[in-house]
């Protein structure tokens, strides 16, 4: 894939029990993630990104990018719920 069309940001899976908050962020794979960083760049697909740690990623700009995009979300779904109430 092309520099270009490295667009996504990490997947977040988010959970809140007993008020314990979790926070997972899932890796994109290398090639479309605008925040990997591998030997060779851009990412051809023969290796993993550096921030890959067992299918998850640890890049810190990209857990803050990825929760800024889920916040955002939330604010809307908010929203919807208190115009449907």
């Given amino acids: 894939m092309s520099a270009k069309k490295a667009t996504k940001a990490p997947g977040v899976d988010v959970s809140l029990h007993e008020g314990q908050i979790s926070i997972y962020f899932n890796c ?5 993630c605008r925040f990997a960083l591998c030997h060779s760049m851009p990412p051809d697909g023969s290796e ?3 921030f890959r740690d067992h299918g998850s990623c640890r890049r810190t700009v990209a857990q ?3 929760l800024e995009i889920l916040i955002s979300k939330l604010k809307k779904e908010l929203k919807k719920l208190s115009e449907e109430y």
């Fill in 28 to 32: 994109v794979e290398a090639e479309s």
């Fill in 48 to 50: 993993e990104c550096f």
């Fill in 64 to 66: 803050q990018t990825t």
